[in-house]
């Protein structure tokens, strides 16, 4: 053992350099050793044993798949010895597909697994059919060229994760609703990074028996929710209910059957002196425990803003802290019933410090925070728990939520300094959350992000920031396009920065204010510089994603990127518009000029119909509508599409009320006439 240790010491030392020739692998597995050799892909097959699980002919054929794409030649899967060369499967233990309570990380974990590359025999030996799946998914990115070029280089590899619960929360309830298919398709992406846990955000999205009155229109049936799950388990991620059963159902609240269970009239809360809310509660725990198998369970209980008013309204009875946690005991205990694990986020328990010792046994708190920051910026959060040996996990997000391209920039380093700070204080694993908030953004942008977080909880070292978009690139896109997608993510991210410097950090939320207003006329008139590199920015993005495209890149992973780009240079343009219009005015003069002046310095550039800056900005938040709309169905359920549209129709309809009355204006005024100051013609709202 001192001799193999000292072997991969010294490997550490070298890797960098001889991983450099090769492929990059995302996660990184921990230890790695590449020999000299190499072999050809085609006419290897995969060969599984004879007694192998359904679960082991999942990864099998899912290996063969990706090779034969890449190899563009069949590499069968069978029980036999034909093929000549073979690359051999095998499972030393049960099958465990799924995380379950307890699991360890290791190299002894249920997922490890060890891959041996030579020119005489590939083998992939793990100890579940977990480890087998994701043995394979690092074989597919260990191979370099494609067709009859397509080689495995000699390797050997001993790879485990670095924490057990690796998940990911997507928001089913803010927002759009995606749809089956969709999902379908992140469980796909999010396998390919061997993520574990699929946190499915639900207030009120998926159909329970007896409630036909609530989000009819917005949720997933249970046959629905059965295919997802059974979709995930064969890729080896658990689909984990993430509910909630305290605050955040206004959706529940606003139908005037149910209005009376919330502590204040169609609110946002129920009211735990209720008697009626614990019945329904129980109702909801049976159901939600019968739909989903997995042995864990969220059961929300953040931001419980109006739990002040209750314990007011008791008279002082009782007070906030222990109304909550006694409704959370209540709660918990409905799942114990079944058998669950139960979870809560920990916002609130931190909040009121003194029910820490007083949580229900077993419980596991979800500390979450999205800001950035050092490890003491964390302990906020993790100490309490910490401190009463709570088990716990953390939560960080992929900011995207109130953005008009995801914030990668502060993404990626909130994903490593809460991890490295929950690494260091004991967290059991990562949820990386994708929330909806603005109920506008495209899920398909993050991807990169989900990524991000998937190969980060898995590795034990920090992740090469600098170097992740290419290498994410390299493994999703050809070669002949990764280098445009990777530049392109990099223009995308600094064009969100810049624009956030003259909008604020919810870029999303700030693009629909009126540009002439004060205090937004001024940022943008501050930070003209900034308007203008995030422009540029987009627009380099734009290129490089066009080509991608043209090469026969990917357009479900393509085309949000392209549109996110394309209104990143709308929100430049838009910006940009009330300064330069008001510089133009003013050099108009105090009266009004000559008409052949009055045509060539304002009307022909800023109100004529025919391409002028008013309508340049009308024809594209147009145009972008109606791609908008085309990227919403690619995605989503037309679930609140036309809600969110609303938006667009009221950003065209202000530019042109807008040209109108600067029109009505030009036809009303006359040569050598007072100009009155512009604000009084542009408005103010």
């Known amino acids: 053992m001192a001799r193999l240790l000292s072997t991969f010491l010294l490997l550490g030392m070298i890797l960098p350099a001889a991983a450099a020739e090769h492929t990059p692998l995302l996660p990184r597995p921990q230890e790695i050793q590449y020999g000299s050799h190499e072999v050809r892909l085609r006419g290897l097959g995969v060969r599984v044993p004879a007694d192998a699980a359904s679960e082991d002919w999942f990864a099998a054929n899912t290996l063969s798949g990706c090779l034969s794409d890449r190899a563009v030649d069949p590499i069968p899967v069978s029980q036999g010895e034909a093929p000549d060369r073979l690359i051999y499967l095998k499972r030393t233990g049960g099958v465990d597909p799924l995380p379950v309570p307890d699991e360890k990380p290791g190299r002894d974990s249920r997922e490890a697994y060890s891959l041996k590359v030579t020119p005489d025999r590939i083998e992939l030996s793990a100890a579940s059919s977990a480890g087998l799946f994701y043995g394979g998914q690092t074989l597919c990115q260990l191979v370099e060229g494609n067709a009859a070029q397509a080689v495995l280089p000699e390797v050997e590899i001993h790879d485990w994760p670095s924490l057990p619960y690796r998940g990911v929360m997507v928001d089913m309830s803010h927002g759009p609703l995606p749809t089956v298919e969709e999902i379908k398709r992140q469980l796909d992406f999010l396998a390919r990074w061997k993520l574990n846990q699929y946190y499915f955000y639900n207030e009120a999205s998926i159909q329970l028996d007896g409630y036909d009155l609530i989000n009819r229109r917005g949720r997933f049936t249970k046959d629905e929710m059965r295919r997802i799950i059974a979709y995930g388990r064969e890729r080896h991620i658990d689909v984990v209910p993430c509910l909630e059963l ?90 114990d019933e079944h058998g669950k694990t139960v979870m809560a986020w920990g916002d609130i328990m931190v909040k009121y410090p003194e029910i820490v010792s007083e949580l229900p046994p077993g419980l596991v708190a979800v500390a979450w925070e999205y800001d950035p920051g050092p490890e003491q910026h964390y302990q906020r959060w993790l100490g309490p728990l910490a401190a009463h040996h709570v088990p716990y996990v953390i939560a960080s997000g992929v900011t995207s939520w109130n953005q008009i391209a995801p914030d990668f920039a502060r993404s990626f380093e909130n994903i490593d300094t809460f991890l490295g700070a929950g690494r260091k204080s004991g967290a059991m694993g990562i949820i990386n959350t994708i929330w909806t908030d603005d109920a506008q953004m495209l899920m398909r942008m993050t991807w990169p992000g989900m990524a991000y977080g998937a190969a980060a909880s898995w590795e034990s070292t920090p992740m090469d920031r600098k170097g992740f978009f290419s290498e994410y690139s390299h493994l999703v896109y050809p070669p002949t396009m990764a280098p445009e997608v990777a530049t392109a993510l990099e223009d995308l991210s600094r064009s969100e920065l810049e624009i956030q410097k003259v909008l604020g950090g919810e870029t999303m939320l700030a693009l629909w204010r009126n540009p002439f207003i004060p205090e937004t006329y001024k940022k943008c008139a501050d930070n003209a510089q900034a308007l203008r590199q995030a422009r540029l920015l987009a627009e380099d993005a734009a290129e490089h994603l066009a080509r991608a495209l043209s090469l026969g890149g990917d357009s479900i992973t393509l085309n949000s990127l392209l549109f996110g780009s394309e209104l990143l240079d709308y929100a430049g343009e838009k910006f940009q518009t009330a300064p330069e219009l008001d510089a133009m005015w003013r050099r108009l003069g105090a009266r009004r000029p000559n008409d052949e002046v009055w045509w060539n310095e304002w009307s022909s550039q800023v109100t004529y119909q025919d391409h002028s800056r008013l309508v340049d900005l009308m024809d594209a938040i147009t145009e972008l ?20 549209l609303a938006r667009w129709d009221a950003e065209a309809e202000y530019w042109r009320q807008l040209q109108a009355r600067l029109d009505a204006f030009s036809n009303r005024s006359h040569e050598g006439e007072v100009l009155p100051p512009l604000e009084t013609l542009v408005g103010k709202n």
């Open 246 to 335: 305290y605050g955040h159902l206004h959706d529940l609240f606003r139908v005037e059957k149910y209005s009376a269970l919330a502590d204040v009239p169609h609110g946002t809360e129920f009211d735990p002196r209720n008697p009626k809310v614990m019945a329904l509660l129980s109702d909801w725990a049976n159901q939600f425990a019968q739909l989903f198998p997995s042995p864990f369970v969220h059961i929300g209980f953040d931001e419980t803003f109006q739990i002040e008013i209750a314990a007011k309204e008791s008279g002082g009875a009782t007070n906030p802290a222990k109304l909550f946690v006694e409704q959370l005991s209540n709660v918990a205990r409905l799942f």
């Open 625 to 644: 509508r109606t791609a908008y709309k085309s990227e919403w169905l690619a995605e989503y359920t037309p679930y609140r599409l036309e809600s969110a």
